[in-house]
């Protein structure tokens, strides 16, 4: 599908679409700035999907110490994109801090195939990854992971479930027998995404189109998810959401990409499933929100605006308490999707789908971004994002 045809929907929607005038943003020069005073960065790394019909990929970009990036080569998943924009949010994730060999204590990064109805499995090495394992996602269109331990839930958006997967020593997968369980309002849902609360004790779901945010209790022993409970958004259009270490929930409203309304909301998440809301919708006044991350010392939210083609920035209280900071923290461009964080938060990376570009910031002590770098590299349509 070509760039021209996505265009046509609205982004956060499942629906992409172009703002009359985007293609003229560009991000403005700003000062430098100190280093935000949290421990010294080593290199890394930044990992996206290129989610192409003919032969999904990962490509690695490596990154410097400084948070520049540079190409580090590309990884085929042995499955196949759909090459079209998925309106999801964590179809790429990387897990644990462990040392990048393959052997004992193993670090994964595992990526959904969503032409292909696969989950891939790679090891993360410093020279790039080493593919380990493909399984079916159990069923169809997945485009959202989550891991806690050894226990991984894929999202199937069209079939409208979430299935449950064991994570063996060696990256391999096992399915978990009577882990299915479905989403409130299936498939026409149009569900973005799947995550544990810290504990692991519940599993979020947001649903785009039925405006609902479905829980699940996990229990501790068998794995296995128990619900929907089906709550209700402070707002519409839930899409992506993060937690706070303090297990609060952070979620994107993009209603239906209307003209100034993005916003987003937060939660408590309490042990029975039923959301408790702490800020209702905190408005950021621009366009379809969508993404959100929030950095390690849990004081900055950061949330992508597609149609606005720039990151708004929050003040994240320790009760949970959204302040809007900046709405206009930094300058994207055309369709800002995926973001992530390098490790410490010192360096944010965000993803546009137009043109594949990846836009890097420098995350300062006081919540402002300073403009580092624009990458080209992926096609349009690629999904997920996740740095190290």
Not at 364 to 374: I, K, N, R, V, Y
């Amino acid at each position: 599908m070509s760039f021209s045809q996505i265009t046509r929907r609205l982004v956060c929607t499942g629906i992409l679409g172009l703002a009359t005038g985007l293609a003229a943003m560009s991000a403005p020069a700003r000062p430098s700035a100190a280093d935000p005073g949290n421990a010294p960065d080593t290199p890394g790394a930044v990992y996206a999907m290129t989610n192409e019909p003919a032969g999904n990929r990962v490509v690695v970009f490596n990154r410097a110490a400084n948070g520049a990036l540079s190409p580090g080569g590309s990884f085929p998943t042995g499955g196949m994109g759909s090459g079209q924009f998925e309106g999801s949010a964590g179809g790429l994730i990387l897990t644990g801090q462990s040392p990048d060999n393959l052997g004992g204590g193993n670090r994964y990064l595992l990526a959904t195939n969503t032409g292909s109805n696969e989950i891939t499995v790679f090891g993360v090495r410093n020279d790039g990854l080493v593919f380990l394992s493909k399984v079916s996602s159990g069923g169809e269109q997945p485009v959202s992971l989550t891991l806690r331990k050894n226990l991984l839930y894929v999202l199937n958006q069209a079939s409208g479930t979430i299935n449950g997967f064991r994570v063996g020593p060696r990256g391999e997968l096992t399915p978990l027998p009577g882990s299915e369980r479905p989403v409130t309002g299936g498939g026409p849902a149009d569900t973005a995404q799947v995550a544990f609360t810290p504990a692991g004790d519940v599993l979020v779901v947001t649903g785009k189109n039925t405006n609902i945010i479905d829980t699940y209790v996990v229990d501790q022993g068998t794995g296995l998810a128990a619900g929907p409970i089906p709550n209700p958004a402070s707002g519409v259009t839930p899409f992506g959401f993060t937690f706070t270490q303090r297990g609060q929930l952070v979620t994107s409203e993009s209603f239906q990409g209307a003209p100034g309304q993005g916003a987003a909301a937060s939660y408590e998440v309490p042990q029975d499933g039923v959301l408790i809301p702490i800020s209702g919708t905190v408005q950021n006044h621009r366009s379809d929100t969508c993404w959100v991350v929030i950095t390690d010392n849990q004081k900055y939210a950061y949330v992508t605006n597609a149609m606005s083609g720039d990151v708004s920035s929050y003040l994240v209280e320790p009760n949970g308490t959204l302040v809007l900071l900046n709405p206009i923290a930094g300058s994207v461009g055309l369709l800002p999707i995926d973001e992530a964080f390098s490790q410490n938060s010192r360096y944010l990376y965000v993803r546009s789908l137009s043109d594949g570009r990846i836009t890097s910031f420098r995350v300062e002590p006081d919540g402002s971004l300073t403009p580092l770098q624009t990458l080209q590299g992926l096609p349009p349509g690629a999904i997920g994002l996740a740095a190290r």
